[in-house]
């Protein structure tokens, strides 16, 4: 399979990044796609927010936005999909080219503006084609919204009966004014509201936030305090960041966008380790930003995350990875003699202090 991926890689690095993620999901669609034979090993099951994992690695929002090829990559063997962003009208996103690939650095850049069909659309491919796995379903806000606290609640109220869990993004940086309501006051208000549509439902959704590694240092312990007060069930940490940190050489270093990859990893994990801390474990964390490899990902975990999901790691490396990734982490466990959850957060201080 490994000289197959080289193959295709090598096609699909020819065409514009953009074109290339087109040309995946329509092989997808086409059913073109390594599939996994065995169940997973048990070891690597994990029950959270009651939601049976049957490995901790998912793929990252942006790849299925609008939940197209969520079987697929069931099939394929991760654990857990998160489709989206999805907003409540369909729009186009941002003006062409949006994407970039930094090739070198391993790493992208996207300013593609929650291009996506909208919830109709989503609703209705998802009650088609029910989901044969985990499916998470990450919702934001239209871009000229009047009022983006009420396109959350559309989100839950249209997609949470058919999720198994909601991802609230409020860390997209392409979205003016979006990152703005992971400040306490608004993130309070939008976290009551969200919590009131979910309690509506005829079945209490697991909801997760996903925040910014760019978040200040210094609000990481009241946004961590307002997710638990809310009672949230998780939090995936984290999206894209808006530093250039690593990519300086990179003749694309100067587009606007958020860079993912292997330069975010280093700044991802520490900010998962000290959102960690700060809750004292208390919270479930899904780790996300730069995970390329089985080190990279058993570092995610350490740092504090019971599950891990992957974007950039893939575009570069294939599915592959996913194997790599579950091999190391099924080693260390019988390494350790003890199951994955209790290396959870043992290595949080040391990232924290990073
Ligand atoms: C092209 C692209 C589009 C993305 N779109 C979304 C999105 O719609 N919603 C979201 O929450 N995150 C989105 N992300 C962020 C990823 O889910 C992930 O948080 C980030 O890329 C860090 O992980 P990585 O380094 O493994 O890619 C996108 C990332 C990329 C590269």
Request: glycine share 10%; net charge positive.
């Amino acid at each position: 399979m490994n000289r197959l991926w080289s193959a295709a890689q090598a096609g699909l690095f020819l065409l514009d990044p953009e074109t290339a993620h087109e040309a995946s999901l329509r092989a997808l669609e086409a059913g073109i796609h390594p599939r996994q034979c065995k169940p997973d090993d048990p070891r690597l099951s994990q029950t959270l927010f009651g939601l049976t994992f049957p490995n901790p690695i998912g793929v990252a929002a942006g790849y299925d936005k609008d939940a197209r090829v969520y079987n697929a990559l069931f099939a394929m063997g991760f654990g857990s999909v998160e489709a989206g962003t999805l907003t409540p009208k369909p729009q186009p996103g941002n003006p062409r080219p949006r994407s970039f690939r930094l090739i070198r650095e391993r790493a992208i850049i996207n300013r593609m503006g929650f291009n996506n069909a909208g919830h109709d659309a989503a609703q209705l491919r998802l009650a088609s084609r029910p989901p044969k796995g985990v499916l998470g379903i990450n919702i934001g806000a239209n871009r000229n919204s009047a009022d983006p606290i009420a396109d959350y609640v559309a989100g839950v109220r249209a997609l949470g009966p058919l999720a198994s869990y909601v991802a609230i993004n409020i860390s997209s940086p392409n979205t003016p004014g979006l990152r703005d309501l992971q400040a306490p006051e608004r993130l309070d208000a939008l976290l009551g509201a969200v919590m009131e549509a979910r309690a509506s439902l005829p079945r209490p959704v697991p909801v997760l936030v996903k925040l910014a590694p760019d978040l200040p240092g210094e609000e990481i312990a009241p946004t961590m305090a307002c997710l638990l007060a809310h009672k949230v069930d998780g939090a995936i940490l984290t999206n894209t960041t808006l530093s250039r940190d690593g990519v300086e050489a990179s003749p694309h270093r100067g587009e606007a966008g958020g860079l993912s990859g292997r330069p975010l990893f280093a700044r991802s994990t520490r900010f998962l380790a000290r959102c960690y801390l700060a809750t004292g474990g208390k919270l479930p964390l899904i780790g996300v930003g730069g995970i390329d490899s089985a080190e990279t990902a058993l570092a995610k975990v350490r740092a504090g995350a019971s599950l891990i999901q992957l974007y950039t790691g893939l575009v570069y490396g294939g599915p592959a990875l996913l194997s790599d990734i579950k091999a190391a982490l099924l080693a260390e466990t019988a390494r350790a003699a003890a199951p994955l959850a209790s290396l959870v957060g043992t290595e949080a201080e040391r990232w924290a202090a990073s």
